[in-house]
């Protein structure tokens, strides 16, 4: 199956660090890449690859995977990273589905 | 710069057609595969559709699959996405969406999106 699991929701307050999970059975076999979506706006690519930041994501995001779980770490959180954030997958059989994305909210 | 600008959106009763374009600009559109990514009101995201650069390849969510069907003119910088059959469930906001790679390779994600477009089925 190639179904992602997400936490509907995630809160923190300013400054602390939130963990966002995304868990999936082909996850060890495939890799995870997570967006960030806020109100208005495209999407963005926070991670690719597992683990890997693009150009111009700051330093406090970082991503970690075990098992059938891979899990997208904000550190300092900051106001601004309130937003939806969404894993996805580049399945074997051609297809990329999205996880059912994770609200977080800095209190 | 790159820039990505759907059109066709609109309202459409069950079981009707609609085609939505996605015209790009500030790349080179034909290096690119492309993506349709749709996201229901007060829903998630859902991957659609994928096309190679080259309109060689295209696969298919299950959703919409033997429904929908993603096409490109590269002479003309666009991406389509015909849609038949459409069913109340298929109201969303589509947005069409940039692979930096041809397809086929190793994916890195998307790099590019659109605004969106809404698509509306009701009666």
């Known amino acids: 199956s190639n179904e992602l699991t997400q936490p509907p929701s995630v809160s923190v307050s300013p400054g602390e660090t939130a963990r966002i999970t995304c868990s999936g059975d082909a996850l060890p076999q495939q890799y995870t890449y997570w967006y960030q979506l806020k109100a208005g706006q495209a999407p963005v690519l926070v991670m690719y690859k597992d683990t890997e930041r693009p150009s111009g994501i700051p330093y406090r995001f970082s991503a970690s995977s075990s098992g059938t779980t891979v899990t997208l770490t904000i550190s300092g959180v900051q106001a601004e990273d309130e937003a939806d954030y969404y894993c996805q997958s580049a399945d074997i059989s051609g297809t990329y589905p999205f996880g059912g994305g994770t609200k977080l909210t800095v209190l | 710069q790159e820039q990505l600008v759907e059109s066709g959106g609109g309202v459409v009763r069950p079981g009707r057609s609609l085609r939505l374009s996605c015209a790009g600009s500030?790349?080179?559109?034909?290096?690119?595969?492309m993506h349709w990514v749709r996201q229901a009101p007060g829903k998630g995201l859902e991957w659609v559709a994928v096309l190679a650069y080259d309109g060689s390849n295209q696969y298919y969510a299950d959703s919409v699959k033997g429904r929908f069907t993603i096409s490109r003119d590269n002479s003309n910088n666009t991406l389509y996405l015909q849609m038949n059959s459409l069913r109340a469930e298929d109201t969303a906001v589509y947005y069409c969406?940039?692979?930096?790679?041809?397809?086929?390779?190793?994916?890195?994600?998307?790099?590019?999106w659109g605004q969106g477009t809404l698509v509306t089925v009701s009666s």
């Open positions: 500030g790349f080179t559109f034909s290096a690119y595969a």
């Open positions: 969406a940039r692979d930096p790679t041809p397809f086929g390779g190793l994916y890195l994600g998307i790099d590019y």
